[in-house]
C-alpha cells in the first residue's frame, strides 16, 4: 500500500531500527531506485538484496518517519568484511531534505557500526549524486580506489572513513 505524500516538510521525525523489508522502507527504496534510474539510466534492485544483511549484529537498517508518521528516510549498514561495514540505501524524501536527516541517519549507522566492532566505513554514490557527496565529504569520507569490480568508476565514487 503506497502512503500518502506529505504537502508541507516536517521539521522533526523519528528514527528506529527496522527490518529491511518493512513496508515504508521498502516504499522509500522505490523512491531511491527510480531516482537512480533517472540520474543515471541503471541502479542495483534493492530486493536483490536479502534483509537478513541489515539484521544485527552484522548489520543494521534505520526508518525515519515525520512528524505525521509518514516515511522521510531511511538507511543501513551491513558487513563488508572483518574490519568495514558498508552504508546502504541511504535515501532522504525530497520533502525531508535540508533538514539534516541524511546526516543523523549517518551518525546512527556510523556509531552503531563503531560499537559492534567495525573501525571503518565505505559506500558507493552516483557522481551526480552531489549532495550525497557533500554530505560524506563533510562527514570525513575520503575517496578510494572501487571496491566492487562490476562498477564503471566514471559513473560510481567509492568512499571509506575511519570510524
Given at each position: ?9 516536517p521539521w522533526?521525525?523519528?528514527v ?19 531516482t ?36 522521510a ?19 532522504v ?23 559492534r566492532g567495525y ?23 575520503l ?12 559513473i ?8
Amino acid at each position: 500500500m503506497t502512503r500518502p505524500i506529505r504537502t508541507q516538510p516536517p521539521w522533526s521525525w523519528t528514527v528506529t531500527p527496522a527490518r529491511y523489508d518493512n513496508p515504508d522502507i521498502q516504499q522509500l527504496l522505490r523512491q531511491l531506485h527510480a531516482t537512480q534510474l533517472e540520474m543515471y539510466g541503471y541502479a542495483d534492485d534493492p530486493t536483490d538484496t536479502p534483509a537478513e544483511d541489515y539484521t544485527p549484529p552484522q548489520g543494521l537498517f534505520l526508518l525515519a518517519l515525520d512528524a505525521t508518521a509518514l516515511p522521510a528516510g531511511c538507511g543501513g549498514w551491513r558487513t563488508l568484511d572483518v574490519s568495514t561495514a558498508e552504508v546502504k540505501r541511504m535515501y532522504v524524501h525530497p520533502d525531508a531534505r535540508g533538514q539534516s536527516l541524511g546526516r543523523e541517519l549517518l551518525l546512527r549507522l556510523e556509531t552503531d557500526a563503531r560499537l559492534r566492532g567495525y573501525t571503518h566505513m565505505q559506500l558507493e554514490t552516483g557522481v551526480a549524486n552531489m549532495a550525497a557527496l557533500a554530505l560524506y565529504r563533510r562527514s570525513g569520507y575520503l575517496p578510494i580506489a572501487p571496491y566492487q569490480p562490476e562498477r564503471n568508476p566514471q559513473i560510481n565514487r567509492a568512499l571509506r572513513k575511519a570510524l
